[in-house]
């Protein structure tokens, strides 16, 4: 049952996937904009700028191109960027590792910290605790992510360096393989930014689903039978609040891995967000549309996940 489960949901995956594909190719491609004259220059004849568009292949029925760009990408080839014709997977490769480590690590760090304080603030709801929690949240969730950021910069880098002790590097990423210790101090910063805006939406999220899962008869029941609070808590009332606020973790990660560019930007890490950036304002398609791809798989298979989480939290989700 549960492999006729996983199998669904992967081929719902390549759909999405391939729907995405469809999507972005005729999106970019009918917009406004040509990739040979901005390639060209100001200064370029006609007939250099039609050279470069018979080069790129932008002369071929839209068809014909959209046929070709799927032969290659089903080879796993990603096109070549427009402008240095280096290899667009090896581009993204290159600027992947920052992207996901502050996704993943942030994603740890949000995840633990909003349900702990969401469990914390159901188990003592309407209490001078609750309301503080609540407060935090709203603050959490108004602050923008530059502001947080730089705010973290100031106190944390500027003001302890200023005071004789440099403990977090102002920016710049550190490879894991290189150095594991220096790679977690100079994403410390990151995570927490990322992290103090995500975890507000959990810390609700966790609140909200915990209140209505306490109100349950079952775990009513529980408590009469003398179960221990903890393990009323935990065991029976946590695991059925864990279904939304997975759903929501599967989904942040996936869009944030194109969605960071933010906090990329503000600690100077680099990353596939700062490279979409780039690619936007040079009009470099394949480098946009590999991006896009990757970041959809990306939440295909964090939703992949989520659904297979589901799966063994609930019985109910894979018999439907």
Same mark, same amino acid.
């Given at each position: 049952?549960?492999?006729?489960?996983?199998?669904?949901?992967?081929?719902?995956?390549?759909?999405?996937?391939?729907?995405?594909?469809?999507?972005?190719?005729?999106?970019?491609?009918?917009?406004?904009?040509?990739?040979?004259?901005?390639?060209?220059?100001?200064?370029?004849?006609?007939?250099?700028?039609?050279?470069?568009?018979?080069?790129?292949?932008?002369?071929?029925?839209?068809?014909?191109?959209?046929?070709?760009?799927?032969?290659?990408?089903?080879?796993?080839?990603?096109?070549?960027?427009?402008?240095?014709?280096?290899?667009?997977?090896?581009?993204?490769?290159?600027?992947?590792?920052?992207?996901?480590?502050?996704?993943?690590?942030?994603?740890?760090?949000?995840?633990?910290?909003?349900?702990?304080?969401g469990v914390l603030s159901a188990t003592r709801a309407r209490s001078?605790?609750?309301?503080?929690?609540?407060?935090?949240?709203?603050?959490?969730?108004?602050?923008?992510?530059?502001?947080?950021?730089?705010?973290?910069?100031?106190?944390?880098?500027?003001?302890?360096?200023?005071?004789?002790?440099?403990?977090?590097?102002?920016?710049?990423?550190?490879?894991?393989?290189?150095?594991?210790?220096?790679?977690?101090?100079?994403?410390?910063?990151?995570?927490?930014?990322?992290?103090?805006?995500?975890?507000?939406?959990?810390?609700?999220?966790?609140?909200?689903?915990?209140?209505?899962?306490?109100?349950?008869?079952?775990?009513?029941?529980?408590?009469?039978?003398?179960?221990?609070?903890?393990?009323?808590?935990?065991?029976?009332?946590?695991?059925?609040?864990?279904?939304?606020?997975?759903?929501? #973790?599967?989904?942040?990660?996936?869009?944030?891995?194109?969605?960071?560019?933010?906090?990329?930007?503000?600690?100077? #890490?680099?990353?596939?967000?700062?490279?979409?950036?780039?690619?936007?304002?040079?009009?470099?398609?394949?480098?946009?549309?590999?991006?896009?791809?990757?970041?959809?798989?990306?939440?295909?298979?964090?939703?992949?996940?989520?659904?297979?989480?589901?799966?063994?939290?609930?019985?109910?989700?894979?018999?439907?």
């Amino acid at each position: 049952m549960l492999r006729r489960f996983l199998i669904r949901r992967v081929l719902l995956g390549l759909v999405v996937l391939w729907l995405v594909t469809l999507g972005t190719f005729f999106m970019f491609f009918v917009a406004p904009g040509d990739p040979a004259r901005t390639l060209a220059g100001r200064q370029a004849t006609p007939e250099q700028v039609e050279m470069i568009r018979r080069d790129l292949g932008l002369d071929q029925p839209i068809l014909v191109q959209y046929g070709e760009y799927m032969g290659r990408l089903v080879r796993g080839d990603l096109g070549k960027s427009y402008f240095n014709g280096e290899s667009v997977g090896t581009l993204v490769a290159g600027d992947l590792p920052p992207t996901m480590s502050l996704v993943l690590g942030g994603a740890v760090l949000w995840f633990v910290a909003g349900v702990s304080l969401g469990v914390l603030s159901a188990t003592r709801a309407r209490s001078p605790l609750d309301r503080l929690m609540t407060f935090l949240a709203l603050a959490g969730v108004s602050m923008p992510t530059f502001v947080i950021g730089l705010l973290l910069l100031y106190l944390l880098f500027f003001q302890l360096t200023k005071a004789g002790a440099p403990i977090f590097p102002p920016d710049s990423y550190v490879p894991f393989s290189e150095d594991p210790a220096e790679w977690a101090r100079h994403l410390i910063l990151p995570w927490v930014t990322l992290a103090t805006v995500q975890a507000a939406t959990y810390l609700r999220l966790t609140r909200g689903s915990m209140l209505d899962v306490l109100g349950e008869d079952y775990i009513r029941t529980a408590r009469a039978k003398g179960v221990p609070e903890r393990r009323v808590i935990v065991r029976h009332g946590l695991r059925s609040a864990l279904t939304p606020v997975v759903s929501q #973790l599967g989904v942040d990660v996936g869009t944030l891995i194109g969605g960071v560019v933010v906090t990329e930007s503000v600690f100077g #890490l680099g990353g596939v967000g700062q490279a979409v950036v780039q690619a936007f304002v040079s009009s470099d398609l394949p480098v946009i549309m590999g991006v896009v791809l990757i970041t959809a798989s990306a939440v295909v298979v964090a939703n992949l996940l989520v659904d297979l989480a589901y799966a063994l939290l609930d019985a109910r989700v894979r018999l439907g």
